[in-house]
């Protein structure tokens, strides 16, 4: 392994870890702290999971997103007004708490599974130089 290789594993080993225990906290919030909804009830704790996967997806495609947005305002179908609760819904406290928690866990599992790709990137880009030296190698 060459140096720029180790180095790259501890970070990555760290962001993996942290993505990995920020997402089962986000669950755990999901399911045991955020309370139950009173107009859809447990149908809607899917809205943490699925607005913390658009956010995700808006720094992976970053003009997919506003359109859904302007669609979702445009044309509202499923998705109620909730964040600023227009007497139907709002968002609680304990809500606001597990909706931010699946950002960041959403957000620090896509900088996991960026920064892996880029390291697989990293490393086939050295497959060709280690099969040279095993040729050189296997030659004398």
């Known amino acids: 392994m060459t140096a720029g290789a180790k180095a790259n594993v501890v970070p990555g080993l760290c ?6 225990v920020a997402v089962l906290v986000a669950l ?5 702290y955020a309370p139950r909804e009173a107009t859809m009830g447990e149908v809607q704790r899917i809205f943490y999971l699925h607005v913390a996967s658009a956010w995700v997806g808006f720094f992976a ?17 499923i998705h109620p007004n909730i ?11 304990r809500m606001v708490h597990t909706l931010l928690v699946a950002l960041v866990a959403f957000t620090l599992l896509y900088a ?4 892996q790709r880029v390291r ?9 130089v280690i099969r040279e030296q ?6 004398r």
């Not at 609760?85 to 709002?90: I, K, P, R, S, V």
Request: aromatic share 14%; net charge negative.
């Open 15 to 20: 962001l993996t870890v942290v993505s990995a």
């Open 112 to 115: 996991t599974l960026l920064w």
């Open 134 to 139: 095993g040729s050189v190698i296997g030659d």
């Open 28 to 32: 755990g919030m999901v399911f045991l």
């Open 61 to 77: 495609f970053f003009v997919t997103v506003p359109l859904s947005w302007f669609a979702i305002r445009w044309w509202r179908t």
């Open 120 to 128: 697989l990137e990293q490393v086939g880009e050295q497959v060709p």
């Open 83 to 93: 964040l600023t609760g227009n007497g139907e819904m709002a968002l609680t406290p």
